[in-house]
């Protein structure tokens, strides 16, 4: 709800009630929902609690809400009319449908953050301003005007940028593919769940990490898919653990990010892939390479994808534009074979006819630009020296209290605490320190680890932000 204005000359209380029945007017409090208790009301407001019961005061005797001892504080049900009218039941659609809303962690770091502006986020997976490629992007806005037509657009996605890409990977990943096997997607994510809803059906067994970013995605359990996790080793995934999972289960499809896992920073094994392509051949499974951080490799030598080695066809190949450059502009991009990306685009259609133009002209104008290498070195660079100033303050912070791998690439550190703590007090009270990370629950693991994200917070914000979790870590274990 909206802050009172403490400047006005209407009283504060009052403010509070003309704001509430504007909002039950509106339909934001239909009939019969439950509103804020007075304490917690007073604590979003930043005001008395006897302020807030001043304003529900005024609204009761409107007849406007209705207050039950034990039942808390409702809109009526009765005030727009004589005769009680039915309204629907949102909380049980909100609660239905096939779709399932994110894990409660991850729901409670978006509230943290949204709540809190000066937490210091670990948290969240993307690149902070200072890591962006800004400057880069106005000016080439400020030198190609787009002029084309602005309606729907290819469902496939923006020709010149699919052309673009097509060079983009042949240079920088050694994949070789064709503007028709590409589909431009509004990131990753996108992609994982047009791949989860048209590819494979209810029922169907697919495997991903252990740890791994998909578990943190409720979208394969809302396609009612059953998984099957592939425990990942300083190596990777064991490709003979695939065989095994399609022996025992049949599994239809591996999920996989290879270089610079998420959460835990590994590379897969040289050998260990050629294995699994040997694998993947053999039963005819088909495999997603999810690959967003390749291009961080801190020493300039990007680990080789599985596409570029595929010689018969087993991978989908996913990438973003978020990862390296901006995730703001939401662009990804998929290599799969041509009938593949018919039935994707086809399906993507329905959903919103395609992406806007103007934002893929946008990364197609800076993927074949003379700013991306520049971009692409500082970028590694600043992660570098984000990654070392984490780790040199978990050393001085927590020496006998953290484990961890120390990552060549990616966004982020992936630690196990010792001994094992509760994930849940945690995080909350790491909130009440001021700072965040998200739970290494969340992906899968036993609780007691933790995923520090270093490319989000500025890095004058990581040495403090460390000392906070310390103390936070320290309160918990007593």
Avoid at 177 to 192: A, C, D, F, H, K
Avoid at 205 to 217: G, N
Avoid at 319 to 324: A, H, L, N
Wanted: contains cysteine; charged residues 25%; hydrophobic residues 35%.
């Amino acid at each position: 709800m909206r802050k009172p204005d403490r400047l006005s000359s209407q009283p504060l209380y009052q403010q509070i009630a003309d704001d509430i029945e504007r909002r039950i007017s509106y339909g934001e409090f239909p009939p019969g929902s439950l509103l804020p208790s007075e304490r917690k009301l007073a604590e979003q407001l930043g005001v008395n609690r006897s302020t807030v019961i001043l304003a529900y005061a005024e609204l009761r005797s409107l007849g406007i809400i209705e207050s039950r001892t034990g039942s808390g504080t409702r809109v009526s049900k009765y005030k727009w009319g004589a005769m009680p009218k039915h309204t629907p039941n949102w909380h049980r659609y909100v609660e239905g449908g096939s779709f399932l809303p994110n894990l409660p962690f991850l729901r409670r770091i978006r509230e943290a953050l949204q709540k809190d502006k000066a937490l210091i986020d670990f948290a969240s997976g993307e690149l902070g301003a200072d890591l962006s490629p800004v400057k880069e992007i106005n000016t080439l806005l400020d030198e190609n005007h787009y002029t084309g037509y602005l309606g729907y657009d290819n469902p496939q996605g923006f020709v010149p940028l699919r052309e673009t890409v097509v060079s983009y990977l042949k240079q920088y990943r050694g994949i070789q593919t064709t503007e028709s096997s590409i589909l431009i997607t509004s990131g990753s994510q996108q992609s994982l769940y047009l791949i989860t809803q048209c590819l494979l059906t209810p029922g169907d067994a697919v495997a991903i990490e252990d740890p791994s970013y998909c578990y943190s995605l409720p979208m394969f359990q809302s396609a009612g898919l059953r998984l099957f996790r592939l425990p990942v080793d300083s190596k990777g995934i064991r490709p003979e653990d695939v065989r095994s999972l399609y022996k025992k289960h049949r599994i239809k499809m591996v999920f996989i990010n290879p270089n610079y896992q998420n959460p835990t920073g590994v590379v897969l094994d040289a050998k260990r892939r050629t294995e699994l392509l040997d694998v993947a051949s053999e039963l005819g499974l088909p495999i997603v390479e999810d690959d967003p951080f390749s291009l961080t490799a801190y020493d300039g030598t990007p680990p080789t994808p599985l596409k570029s080695m595929d010689a018969i066809g087993s991978v989908l190949y996913i990438g973003s534009f978020s990862k390296m450059a901006a995730s703001g502009l939401r662009v990804g991009w998929m290599v799969a074979p041509h009938s593949v990306v018919e039935r994707l685009a086809d399906a993507r259609q329905q959903m919103d006819f395609g992406l806007s133009v103007v934002p893929q002209q946008v990364a197609a104008q800076f993927l074949k630009s003379k700013y991306i290498r520049p971009h692409l070195e500082r970028l590694r660079t600043n992660l570098l020296y984000k990654r070392d100033l984490l780790i040199e303050a978990l050393q001085k912070e927590l020496p006998d209290l953290v484990r961890f791998s120390i990552p060549q690439g990616g966004l982020h550190l992936w630690c196990r605490i010792i001994p094992e703590v509760n994930d849940s007090k945690l995080l909350e009270e790491a909130i009440r320190h001021g700072v965040i990370f998200v739970p290494g629950s969340v992906y899968g693991s036993d609780s007691g680890y933790v995923r520090f994200t270093f490319a989000r917070p500025k890095p004058d914000e990581i040495v403090p932000g460390i000392s906070k979790f310390a103390s936070a870590l320290r309160t918990i274990l007593g």
